[in-house]
Nanobody
Framework: QVRLVESGGGSVQAGESLRLSCAAS?????MGWFRQAPGKQREGVAA???????TYAAFVKGRFNISKDIDKNTLYLQMNSLKPEDTAMYYC?????????????????WGQGTQVTVSS
């Protein structure tokens, strides 16, 4: 069992930055960030494995950075150059096994989400 608690969401203007955090109750092989906008399916944003290798969705490459603090069991998502289309509920997810993709069905543990709103 892995408990996840997100924080750091908020309302910003386009072009600004936010950093999301996710406190985990234990370490996991794979941790990821997903987002879901109203009326849309939940989509993968970024994932990081225990060896620190990462995967990003094409729509955030170069703008977002996923990282983790192993000592604190905390996952981060640094979001720069935010756009109105980044507005969504952002979820932290974790899984203990492979493959660590950006597919929601590969994750067994989820946080409650933190809202990010970007205005133009």
């Amino acid at each position: 069992q892995v408990r996840l608690v997100e924080s750091g969401g908020g309302s910003v203007q386009a072009g600004e930055s936010l950093r999301l955090s996710c406190a985990a109750s234990r370490s996991s092989y794979c941790m990821g960030w997903f987002r879901q906008a109203p009326g849309k399916q939940r989509e993968g944003v970024a994932a990081i494995r225990s060896d620190a290798s990462t995967t990003y969705a094409a729509f955030v490459k170069g703008r977002f950075n996923i990282s983790k603090d192993i000592d604190k069991n905390t996952l981060y998502l640094q979001m720069n150059s935010l756009k109105p289309e980044d507005t969504a509920m952002y979820y932290c997810a974790a899984d203990l096994n492979f493959p660590c993709s950006l597919l929601r069905y590969d994750y067994n543990y989820w946080g409650q989400g933190t809202q990010v709103t970007v205005s133009s």
